[in-house]
C-alpha cells in the first residue's frame, strides 16, 4: 500500500470512529480521484451532457457531508460507495431532463415541429440502469461487480477484495454479467 492510501485508509478510519472533520481531511487526498471517476461517467454520457466533472464531485460531497456513521471497510469500499452515488446523480438528472422534454417546464411547441427534430442516438443512462436494476433482482453480486468495475472504476483484485471473493470468481461473473445486461439492453 502507499502512503496515500494507507492515509486514505486512516483518514476512513477516523471518520468511521466518528471524527466530524475526518472527510474535511479526507477530501484533498480523494479529489482527483473523484474528478477522475467523475470524467470517466461523463465520457459515456455522451453529447447534450451539461454536468461538469467539478459539480458532480461537489454533489457526491454534499451527499458525503450527512454520513456520520459508517462503517468503511477501507479506501476501495469508500470509492465504490462514492461511485454509486455518482451514478444515482447522473441517473436522477436524466430523469430530470426527461421529465423536461415532456412537458415539465419546457417550450411548447407544434407537432409539426417535432417531427422535424433531429433523433440523437445518445446513450440512455436510464435504460443502463434499469438494466442493472433488473440485474441486482437476478444476481445482485453480479450486479456490484459490473457497478464496481466500470462505474466505480476498481481494478478487478479491489473488486474481489470490496466483495469478499475470489478474483477467478470476478473475472467468471463478470464475463456472465456483461452478457446478461448486453441481452437485456439489446431487446429495449
Do not use: C
Request: no cysteine; glycine share 6%; hydrophobic share 45%.
Amino acid at each position: 500500500m502507499t502512503a496515500t492510501q494507507s492515509e486514505i485508509t486512516r483518514i476512513l478510519d477516523e471518520w468511521s470512529a466518528g471524527d466530524p472533520d475526518a472527510l474535511a481531511k479526507l477530501m484533498p487526498e480523494i479529489v482527483d480521484d473523484l474528478r477522475r471517476m467523475a470524467e470517466s461517467y461523463l465520457r459515456r454520457e455522451g453529447p447534450g451532457q451539461t454536468l461538469q466533472p467539478t459539480a458532480l464531485v461537489n454533489e457526491v460531497y454534499l451527499r458525503l457531508v450527512g454520513r456520520r456513521t459508517v462503517r468503511w471497510q477501507n479506501r476501495a469500499h469508500f470509492f465504490a460507495f462514492t461511485a454509486e452515488m455518482m451514478r444515482r446523480i447522473l441517473v436522477d438528472t436524466a430523469r430530470r431532463k426527461r421529465a423536461e422534454k415532456r412537458g415539465g417546464g419546457g417550450v411548447k411547441v407544434s407537432l409539426e415541429a417535432i417531427l422535424h427534430l433531429p433523433q440523437k442516438d445518445d446513450p440512455d443512462l436510464i435504460a443502463v440502469d434499469e438494466a442493472l436494476e433488473a440485474l441486482a433482482k437476478v444476481d445482485p453480486r453480479q450486479a456490484r461487480i459490473i457497478e464496481l468495475r466500470f462505474f466505480a472504476g476498481l481494478e478487478l483484485t479491489e473488486v474481489a477484495e470490496v466483495l469478499g471473493i475470489s478474483l477467478a470468481t470476478v473475472k467468471r461473473e463478470l464475463r456472465t454479467a456483461k452478457l446478461w445486461l448486453i441481452g437485456e439492453l439489446t431487446r429495449k
